[in-house]
């Protein structure tokens, strides 16, 4: 019996090895007639799956969709359109250790239905207290200052009437005149006990600044006033005259 052997020329070895090769390595054909190694596409490439996992925020629960290779920073990314946190106000919690944000969610152990809890950073909780607070006393500023601008309001409008009949040479009393003043000068001790920084600030100095123009404009009317004389009223009523008593006595003598 006649064995076949086994043993291949170096051609054949070439052309399997050829053949191996091509069959490894996919080519194109280039414009030009250029023969050039194929690229792979994004086609090529096999997709990784998408998981659900669980994140408990206190008393709420999200459920979001994330790819399975993603990184806890993208976890992050996606969480903060649902929570409100920013990525540097979240902290994300696994298996009781706190991930960082480029630690991968497969390596991690997180898998489909998988619970994360998401906390407040408390650096950033106190920031956002503080900031709070902040804008807070910022909008008790404009109120304040607002509700000023209103009582200036009717008082600037009385200064014109009383301006208008000095103007028109008639005689006001001057204590209308020195009520006002009193009046302005409170709205200005209000103004100074608001704190304010910012826009409020430039609302408080405009408001200030209005005080100032009603009490220089009733200083002129003031002195404007004073050349102006009291108009005296005369009425048609008659009075009634009576004559003096006698100056002449009768007297009565007696024995």
């Given amino acids: 019996m006649m064995r076949r052997s086994k043993n291949c020329s170096s051609g054949d070895r070439l052309s399997d090895s050829s053949a191996i090769r091509d ?37 709420v629960r999200y459920e979001i969709s994330i790819n399975s290779q ?24 696994f298996r009781g250790k706190e991930r960082e944000n480029g630690d991968y969610l497969d390596r991690c152990g997180v898998k489909d239905r998988s619970k994360i809890v998401l906390v407040e950073d408390p650096s950033s909780k106190e920031k956002r207290y503080i900031e709070m607070r902040k804008n807070a006393k910022i909008q008790s500023a404009h109120r304040a200052i607002s509700d000023i601008s209103m ?8 200064v014109s009437v009383i301006d208008k009949t000095v103007t028109s040479g008639k005689n006001v009393p001057e204590v209308q005149i020195t009520i006002l003043v009193e009046m302005l000068m409170r709205q200005a001790i ?45 009425t048609d009523k008659k009075w009634e005259t009576f004559d003096p008593p006698s100056t002449t006595a009768t007297w009565e003598y007696f024995d």
Avoid at 26 to 50: F, S, Y
Avoid at 194 to 202: F, H
Wanted: proline share 4%; charged share 30%; with cysteine.
């Fill in 23 to 59: 069959e490894e390595i996919e080519w194109e054909m280039r414009p030009g007639g250029m023969l050039v190694q194929k690229r792979c596409t994004k086609h090529d490439v096999v997709a990784t799956p998408n998981m659900i996992v669980s994140i408990v925020y206190g008393a």
């Fill in 70 to 93: 993603a990184t806890f920073g993208e976890l992050k990314k996606l969480l903060a359109s649902e929570t409100g946190l920013q990525p540097v106000e979240q902290q994300l919690i």
């Fill in 151 to 158: 009582e200036l309001d009717k008082l600037v409008e009385q």
């Fill in 190 to 234: 209000k103004l100074e006990s608001i704190s304010t920084e910012g826009d409020a600030s430039a609302q408080k100095s405009l408001q200030g600044k209005r005080v100032q123009k009603c009490v220089e404009t009733l200083d002129v009317i003031k002195r404007s006033n004073a050349k102006v004389k009291p108009e005296v009223v005369v």
